[in-house]
């Protein structure tokens, strides 16, 4: 972690404005091209210092050599590199690893990398918890503090890439894909997670295909609309259930957003991309809540329209969450019903179990700013009394 303070605003210019030092960290390409001039420089360097940043890991000027003495002491003066502190880190057994980042103002968030042969999927966090509340969600339990920065969320990218960095040696790419499926909802930090995705994708940066970075949404139907006009991102949609009833209980946003909607929304942003590509829907299997086969019947109707694909979850209990695992057995039989119906269905393989890094185990340290927290736990209590 930099000794600067300072993090990216949205705007590199307001930015200037407002602070002496400019965190490049966060910066897009545009918005690094951007400041570059602003400091009397020729937007080619935003290219250099993007490599430097992002494919090196170096965050220390002075040692970027293809830039001028005088220019490397002008970027000391005015810019630094601020990436999130690591407070803890674990391994699981299964490869699996887990990063606890703390942000400021102290509360933490929690990335997870999953290598699966040659692949190494990153899970980010888009926000310091989540205000959106879902009923089986141990990251909603936490309550909401604030949006990530791009600087914060890239960040994390940045502390996983470099993690694997050894002296000497050429960096390896071990982060081949990156899914906005950690703490928060992605698409209510709308400019925040753009920039750090344009990142991702970007050559001079992670340089990951637009197929390798999702964006995994419970379902803001207007920022999908938005999404459409300025990316292509792969989409994931944190459905759930197959009617509004039972959405309306699990995921409340759905109540301002009900399923009809949020599938219109998806197939223009499907609409919107120039390949055949589809839209991931996910889909958390809680023992008799959603998990019986007219609920798979009931999915395989409402999703007839929009190519997809099916990920189902097993949901992952934490305690007192009120919701159970299915049996292997259950899973199975409503894989196959979806199956039958014609869709490609994929059963999500826990990781990382043992280091409480499994799908919908992130918890972070929030400091809640929403009393969800206190409520959910004097919940918790008056459950064990009883
Ligand atoms: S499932 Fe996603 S949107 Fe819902 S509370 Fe958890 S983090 Fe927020």
Not at 51 to 67: A, C, L, P, V
Not at 105 to 117: L, R
Not at 206 to 223: E, I, N
Not at 306 to 326: A, Q, T, V
Request: proline fraction near 4%; aromatic fraction near 8%.
């Amino acid at each position: 972690m930099s000794e600067t303070v300072q993090t990216a605003s949205p705007s590199v210019s307001s930015e200037l404005q407002l602070a002496e030092v400019v965190n490049l960290l966060g910066l897009s390409p545009k918005k690094m091209r951007a400041f570059f001039e602003s400091i009397g420089e020729k937007p080619f360097r935003a290219q250099q210092a993007l490599q430097w940043i992002h494919q090196y890991g170096e965050s220390d000027f002075s040692k970027w050599t293809n830039m001028s003495k005088s220019l490397r002491l002008k970027l000391a003066q005015v810019a630094a590199i601020d990436y999130p502190e690591v407070i803890y880190q674990d391994f699981s057994k299964d490869g699996t690893r887990k990063w606890v980042m703390r942000m400021k103002g102290g509360s933490s968030v929690e990335t997870v990398f999953i290598p699966d042969g040659d692949r190494g999927t990153l899970c980010v966090s888009s926000q310091i918890g989540c205000a959106l509340d879902c009923s089986f969600c141990s990251t909603g339990k936490q309550g909401f503090n604030r949006d990530l920065s791009a600087a914060e969320i890239i960040g994390q990218v940045y502390i996983a890439a470099k993690s694997f960095d050894k002296p000497g040696e050429k960096r390896e790419r071990r982060v081949t894909n990156v899914v906005m499926m950690g703490m928060g909802e992605p698409l209510l930090n709308f400019e925040n997670v753009v920039d750090s995705m344009e990142l991702m994708m970007d050559d001079f940066s992670y340089g990951l295909s637009k197929r390798r970075v999702t964006l995994s949404t419970s379902g803001v139907v207007p920022a999908l609309y938005d999404l459409a006009e300025v990316s292509d991102v792969s989409l994931a949609i944190s459905l759930h259930a197959p009617n509004d009833a039972l959405r309306n209980d699990l995921v409340p946003l759905n109540r301002k957003y009900p399923i009809a909607e949020l599938l219109k929304a998806c197939q223009h942003y499907l609409s919107s991309l120039d390949d055949r590509r589809k839209i991931t829907i996910e889909y958390t299997l809680m023992q008799g809540v959603n998990d019986q086969l007219s609920h798979a019947d009931e999915l395989a109707k409402v999703l007839r329209d929009l190519p997809c694909k099916i990920n189902l979850i097993p949901f992952n209990p934490f305690p007192h969450s009120g919701y159970d695992r299915p049996s292997n057995n259950q899973v199975r039989r409503f894989q196959n019903r979806l199956i039958e119906a014609g869709y490609t269905v994929t059963v999500r393989t826990t990781r990382g179990e043992d280091i409480d890094a499994a799908c919908g185990q992130l918890v972070g340290q929030v400091e809640d700013r929403t009393r969800r927290q206190a409520r959910y736990k004097a919940k918790q209590e008056s459950n064990a009394t009883q």
